[in-house]
């Protein structure tokens, strides 16, 4: 479950991953979602949302992780290689951003 808590020691990588068309946006939530399946399962993984702009032209990924580390090791290890060179086929550009959590506020009831 994602836990947004400001000061704690996690760090959030988020990717801004920019298509062409909503046809290509499904596809990529599609790959994202089945390179999850795999990197979840590595070490200093928390957890991943995945969010679609309503104009069909980009997909956000915020995950969380142990340490920046941990990320590093991710994307250099064979189980997840071939995900990720999937998925910057699909895409016209990727940014990823990483971050530490400041502020994080909600509403007294929903």
């Known amino acids: 479950m994602v836990k947004i808590t400001p000061g704690s020691k996690i760090l959030t990588l988020i990717n801004v991953f920019t ?3 909503a046809e290509k946006q499904q596809a990529l ?7 999850d399946e795999e990197i ?3 070490p200093g993984y928390i957890s991943a949302s ?4 309503l104009d069909g032209k980009r997909v956000v990924n915020y995950t969380q992780w142990t340490s920046m580390e941990a990320i590093r090791a991710m994307q250099s290890s064979p189980q997840a290689a071939t995900h990720l060179e999937q998925v910057r086929q699909m895409v016209a ?3 990823p951003i990483y971050c530490e959590v400041v502020y994080s506020a909600e509403a ?3």
């Open 19 to 21: 298509v062409e068309d």
């Open 93 to 95: 550009s990727f940014t």
């Open 29 to 35: 939530l599609d790959a994202l979602i089945a390179a």
């Open 108 to 110: 007294a009831s929903i």
């Open 50 to 53: 995945f969010h679609r702009s």
């Open 40 to 42: 979840k399962r590595m």
